[in-house]
């Protein structure tokens, strides 16, 4: 790399690790703990590229995008932030940032996102200053996470957000996914204008897609659960893309089936598919990203409280005990359980024994297969691949950083071995004969990944 890194950040570890790093790489640095010397840095014309932390002891890293745009147009800045919510995501991309990093990022990442940054720097003209202001926006959104799964999700959102092409949102039931489609509505360009969402019913005569044109007006047209469409409302959902007269729609739609399953399968046409698939986000399950949980479980809480429900909190046995859970109603379920919990709870802590209560009468998830191993394994390797090709596709055209074998073995063991403890006890005997390891071995890698170990009773 050849060029002038400005970084801002006021953890000190951060500014050392990344001027060591960008210096090997060939590059000069400036690092400073202030926005105000960045910004003076900015004014003065030094740096190629910016790295900038959002909060800093004199200000907010995302306040100073515009200022920074308009002293330097084409300057490109790289957000990084332990903020990690999708407002942070959205706001970085509507400000014009270069790239969003959630903290902790990855090192190698961030590297060649600054490659890409200083490449673009030395090809592209200046860029044009920002777009006009826009109006007034919720400074919410009612999207909880910050695992990686979530984060990866909140970055695409704020990349389409703001163009025209499609978009094909897939997941389980109740993991939000008419939430996300609203998000993208809410806060684009077309946010003043008519959110329509689309049922069967809409499209069932030769008239329904004018009708539904009309109501959007150039808005945004959801069709929800595109696999349940009948054929024929789904060929006029295509001649109605291909046609959409002067007020051209943004086009949406959700669906629980794989899409590319859906297609095999003849429940959702190809031409349909091609079509809308213009950008497809995943949602994940609330399995996925237990780790959400607490969050998911405190906002719940807060929203009812705010809403004249009694205060209410989870002890640390009743989180445990909801963290175990599969949720196969994800999101929705999770909210449903802790709003009557808080309306049943005997004191403001909710005890593990009212969890086990109000979890008793919920079904648990499908299993993976139909009972053979084979149909198993099939399916598990099925949805692993799916995790990797997303992966690979979030990098656009550029490879994932060095090292990924031994990254995604160790993404796999990780949560492999803490629940195959849990399923156990804590017995180290029975785990690594339940894994076919040595014990050993199993004490190696628990050293090696630094996993707790406790006894715990088993979730029956």
């Given at each position: 790399m050849d060029g002038t890194v400005l970084v801002a950040d006021d953890d000190?570890?951060?500014?050392?690790?990344?001027?060591?790093?960008?210096?090997r790489a060939g590059c000069k640095v400036h690092a400073t703990s202030s926005l105000t010397t960045l910004m003076r840095w900015v004014g003065e014309g030094k740096g190629d590229v910016v790295i900038s932390d959002v909060v800093m002891p004199d200000g907010n890293g995302l306040e100073m995008l515009p200022k920074i745009a308009e002293d330097r147009p084409g300057l490109p800045v790289i957000v990084i932030s332990a903020q990690n919510t999708?407002?942070?995501?959205i706001k970085a991309a509507e400000a014009d940032a270069f790239d969003y990093l959630p903290k902790p990022f990855d090192l190698p990442d961030l590297m060649k996102r600054t490659a890409r940054a200083l490449d673009q720097r030395r090809r592209a003209d200046p860029a044009p200053a920002l777009a006009e202001e826009r109006g007034e926006q919720p400074s919410d959104l009612p999207l909880v996470?910050?695992?990686?799964?979530?984060?990866e999700l909140y970055r695409l959102v704020a990349r389409v957000m703001n163009t025209d092409i499609p978009v094909l949102v897939s997941g389980e039931s109740g993991s939000g996914k008419t939430l996300i489609a609203r998000a993208i509505h809410d806060f684009s360009d077309r946010r003043t204008l008519p959110f329509v969402s689309v049922s069967a019913s809409d499209l069932r005569d030769i008239e329904g897609p004018s009708r539904v044109l009309a109501r959007a007006r150039g808005g945004t047209l959801l069709f929800d659960e595109i696999g349940d469409i009948d054929?024929?409302?789904?060929?006029?959902?295509?001649?109605?893309?291909?046609n959409p007269g002067d007020h051209v729609p943004r086009f949406m739609a959700t669906t629980q089936a794989d899409p590319k399953r859906a297609m095999e399968a003849g429940t959702l046409r190809q031409d349909l598919y091609y079509r809308m698939s213009g950008a497809s986000l995943?949602?994940?399950?609330?399995?996925?990203?237990v780790d959400d949980i607490a969050l998911l479980a405190t906002h719940f809480l807060t929203q009812i409280e705010g809403q004249g429900g009694p205060r209410r909190r989870l002890s640390d046995d009743a989180l445990e005990m909801m963290r175990s859970y599969s949720w196969p109603g994800n999101v929705r379920q999770l909210e449903n359980a802790i709003r009557r919990l808080a309306l049943t709870a005997q004191a403001g802590e909710i005890s593990r024994a009212e969890v086990e209560v109000a979890l008793g009468s919920q079904p648990e998830a499908e299993q993976l297969g139909g009972g053979a191993d084979g149909e198993t394994t099939e399916q598990l390797s099925g949805s692993?691949?799916?995790?990797?090709?997303?992966?690979?596709?979030?990098?656009?055209?550029?490879?994932?950083p060095p090292g990924l074998y031994g990254r995604i073995l160790r993404e796999v063991e990780l949560p492999l071995i803490e629940i195959a403890l849990e399923a156990t006890g804590g017995n180290q005997a029975k785990c690594a004969d339940l894994l076919g390891i040595n014990r050993n071995t199993l004490r190696k890698k628990i050293n090696d990944l630094d996993i707790r170990?406790?006894?715990?009773r088993k979730l029956m």
């Open positions: 000190r570890t951060i500014r050392t690790v990344l001027t060591q790093a960008l210096t999708i407002m942070t995501a996470g910050r695992t990686p799964a979530m984060q054929p024929d409302a789904q060929a006029r959902i295509v001649r109605m893309m291909d995943h949602v994940p399950a609330l399995r996925e990203r692993v691949a799916r995790h990797l090709r997303r992966y690979f596709d979030l990098h656009g055209n550029m490879l994932p170990v406790t006894r715990r």
